[in-house]
């Protein structure tokens, strides 16, 4: 039973891809031919019967000028070829005035020759703009109905305009030799022939749509109108359905249609995602790594969301094409809906390359030190608004806005508009100057006058900081430029330890001085104390602009010296670098320093001096110390 059914599916849904119409002509075109007529020849080059060619020949010829005018649309060369309106309105207008002097002079023979010439006029431009308007709607991707009215709409002008007043005229004026009666006849002849060529061309175009015009399937067809009349049809819902038809404006088959189409790509999105993307993901891996999960995740998480809102949104343009029969209202509508497929486009593109740049751009900044993190997540942000303004020029675009104009207008504007955002463009300019001038980067812990905490990230217009007590700051980027910035994480080796040993005067000043020299050798041999012993540093004879070690922040200084006599104690200074920059290892380092000075000081039979003070008492005849 279910392959039965699927089978049915199947014709219902693929044969009529095949049955596209191809309708040739079969008999010649009626024309009236009479010798030595001369008027300008319309881009159909009109066919005039002649009695010394065969049927055959005439339906040959016919023939091949359809098989021309499909060429040339093809080929877009009525834009070029075919003259403007405005070409005609000329002699259009200064037939008008012709046709009223010769009113007013009662000459009505001539006024109907003119009205003729005028009819004439206004029926091949009005042909030549169709043509025109077929390329440029094959250019916006137009729905199959938009041709098919277009065509209808000229058609149904020319069946509009009767001959019958004109032509008892003709049958008498075309015996005359006068000169307004053989102007009469060959303005007749050229806009009948004309009349029935085009309209020959125009029904023939309306029923071979799909040879200048590749038909889509799931938008034109999708044999939706033969699902649709099938359930109309069905006995017990017909009834409902011209009731809906009427008050409504939409049957129940349309309905019941709309519904498989979104209940369709509902499953698509939730079954046949994964294959889709496993699909694309092999064309970008090209073979087994490590990196493959990973790659397959990010994949996924930048693609999937686009892809199932294009899928939903291709349901929903499907299912308006059903249910709306208004065509000025879909060309209004199908604008938007193209800048929004652009618009998940550019997200699918932008998020791709986020989450590529998540994959690789560790290794990028472990490959090449001069890369830095915030330039890379800088680029992205440009490229966003790149990509931003590449849909809103897209929308421009599909709704008809010159954006040429646009962009002549900001030449114009463009002083009051730099005035307005100056402030923003001094911003966006200082973000690029401290990207270059590597200043500080993001997780750099930093001082100025006004704060001082961790750089989270640098932004177009602004740089925020996280402050020790957790709050965040969002300072300008031209006032963060122009400051004084002390950045206490531009080092690589080396955060100072500082400390003067103050002891007793007590002490002997031999032991103070082995004291000194054991906290040096601890000093020198301790892992953790950036010392010439521990530290490379390249030494070379030429010519440096810059101390590399200053520019990098490597600092190995280790001094311990008896330093000077106190107020209360005999001081030794000492003065050195941790290797390691980070705070926590820094005090680390310099606690484990305090507990080995505090040990030597024991063993060397020194004691640590504190504040003291000696008060001497005078009595008469006699000092009484009372220290």
Request: charged share 20%.
């Amino acid at each position: 039973m279910l392959h039965k059914f699927l089978l049915k599916i199947f014709i219902i849904l693929i044969i009529p891809i095949f049955l596209f119409s191809d309708n040739i002509p079969t008999t010649p075109i009626k024309l009236i031919s009479k010798e030595d007529t001369t008027t300008n020849k319309p881009v159909e080059q009109v066919i005039v019967e002649d009695n010394n060619q065969t049927i055959e020949d005439q339906i040959n010829a016919q023939k091949k000028l359809v098989d021309e005018i499909i060429d040339n649309i093809n080929k877009e060369i009525y834009l070029t070829t075919l003259p403007e309106k405005s070409y005609y309105d000329n002699e259009i207008l200064f037939l008008s005035n012709r046709i009223n002097a010769n009113n007013i002079q009662n000459n009505s023979l001539a006024a109907k020759r003119d009205e003729l010439r005028v009819a004439y006029l206004k029926e091949r431009a009005a042909y030549e703009n169709t043509l025109k308007e077929i390329i440029l709607a094959k250019q916006e991707f137009k729905n199959k109905q938009y041709f098919q009215e277009l065509l209808q709409n000229n058609i149904k002008s020319i069946q509009d305009f009767k001959l019958d007043e004109y032509t008892l005229i003709y049958e008498t004026e075309s015996k005359n030799t006068s000169k307004v009666s053989t102007e009469f006849t060959e303005n007749y002849i050229a806009f009948y022939n004309q009349k029935h060529t085009q309209l020959f061309i125009l029904q023939y175009l309306y029923s071979n749509i799909q040879k200048f015009r590749a038909s889509n399937f799931l938008i034109d067809e999708f044999n939706l109108k033969y699902m649709i009349n099938t359930i109309d049809n069905i006995k017990g819902i017909s009834f409902l359905s011209s009731l809906t038809s009427y008050h409504l404006n939409f049957s129940l088959g349309e309905i019941a249609v709309v519904l498989l189409i979104i209940l369709f790509f509902r499953l698509i999105n939730r079954y046949l995602l994964t294959i889709i993307i496993n699909f694309i993901s092999k064309i970008f891996i090209k073979k087994e790594t490590i990196l493959e999960e990973s790659v397959l995740y990010y994949l996924k998480d930048a693609i999937s969301s686009p892809l199932i809102y294009s899928l939903y949104l291709f349901s929903i343009q499907i299912s308006i094409f059903i249910l709306i029969k208004d065509q000025i209202l879909i060309n209004q509508i199908m604008p938007w809906i193209n800048t929004l497929y652009m618009a998940l486009l550019t997200w699918a593109i932008y998020a791709t390359l986020n989450n590529s740049i998540t994959i690789y751009a560790q290794n990028l900044l472990e490959k090449y030190q001069n890369v830095r993190k915030e330039m890379i997540v800088f680029i992205l942000k440009i490229i966003k608004v790149l990509l931003i303004l590449v849909v809103i020029l897209f929308l421009f675009t599909q709704l008809g806005i010159d954006v040429k104009a646009i962009a002549a207008s900001l030449g114009v504007g463009g002083i009051a508009i730099a005035l307005a955002a100056k402030d923003t463009l001094a911003n966006f300019f200082a973000s690029l100057n401290i990207m270059t001038d590597n200043s500080f980067s993001q997780g750099d812990w930093i001082k100025t006058d006004d704060f001082e905490g961790t750089v989270v990230d640098i932004r177009m217009r602004t740089t925020r900081i996280r402050t020790f007590d957790n709050a965040m700051i969002t300072v300008p980027n031209s006032q963060i430029a122009n400051a004084h910035i002390l950045n206490w994480s531009k080092r690589i080796i080396g955060r100072r330890i500082k400390m003067s040993i103050g002891l007793t005067y007590e002490n002997k000043m031999e032991d103070i001085v082995n004291l000194k020299n054991d906290i040096f050798d601890m000093l020198l041999a301790h892992p953790k104390i950036a010392t010439n012993k521990n530290i490379n540093i390249s030494r070379t004879k030429a010519f440096e602009a810059i101390k590399m070690e200053d520019l990098d922040g490597v600092k190995n200084t280790l001094l311990v010296y008896v330093d000077e006599f106190g107020a209360f104690s005999i001081n030794i200074l000492v003065y050195c670098f941790s290797r390691s920059p980070v705070w926590e290892d820094w005090l680390d380092t310099k606690e484990d320093v305090m507990i080995e000075i505090a040990k030597l000081v024991e063993k060397n039979n020194c004691e640590f001096a504190y504040p003291t003070q000696m008060i001497h008492l005078k009595k008469e005849g006699q000092i009484e110390d009372l220290s």
